[in-house]
């Protein structure tokens, strides 16, 4: 009987988070930029909910983006700084998910390259890993991020990442599939572990992780 109970309460509660969640989505579509230099674009609204532990909501105030690891000067910077410190940069992107959707955005944010200049990585430095709010890893390698202009997102579409969507930073991992786009990232650690494996890459999905190839481990 309990059980239940919990089951419907959880199930109207979900609903009603749903509800509001789909509300605020149609808010910010109808501000997004669905256009971009002749190009059509996707929506916030095509994107389907698929983290490990739901959306995540950080503190602006406490919230702090670390650059730690292999790295001369190890440093923090609020959302403000990362926002306005850097120069920034816009990008068309499709974002290609495991799951067999896609969709194709209009990010803008600064470069990963240009945060990684004022902390001096390493000489031994290979790999950067990707930490998020709510614990979910995945690493690139040093090379591919420096060699494609790998932006670290704070916008889609024209507005600011939406809390469900990965506020306040989003890796953009163009050419890799969707579970190499860490969502609500809080540091960037540089690390000689070129063999790390993330959340995904624990359970047998590829370290590789680019859509030329299986998202699965041969």
Known sequence: ??????VIIFSFAYGIYAFIGNGTDSELAST????????????????RENS??????????????????????PYELTINQVENSF???EKV?????????????????????DLLSNAGVKSEGKVLIFHAVDGYTSALPLEYVMANDI????????????PYDGYPFQVVAESKWGYKW????????VSDNVNYKGY???????????????????
């Open 200 to 218: 995904w890459e624990s359970y047998g999905y590829s370290n590789y992780g680019g859509i030329d190839g299986s998202f699965r481990e041969n």
């Open 93 to 113: 992107v499709t974002l290609n998910c495991v799951e067999g959707w896609s969709v194709k955005i209009l990010w803008e944010g600064v470069k990963i390259e």
């Open 182 to 189: 860490v969502k609500w990232v809080n540091e960037i650690e």
């Open 87 to 89: 120069k920034p940069y």
């Open 32 to 47: 997004e930029i669905r256009e971009y230099q002749g190009e059509r674009l996707g929506s916030i609204n095509d994107f």
């Open 151 to 162: 932006l670290l997102a704070y916008k889609m579409n024209g507005v600011n990442l939406p």
């Open 1 to 6: 009987m309990y059980l239940i109970v919990g």
């Open 52 to 73: 490990i532990h739901g959306p995540q909501s950080v503190d602006e105030e406490t919230f702090r983006l670390k650059i730690s690891g292999l790295v001369t000067v």
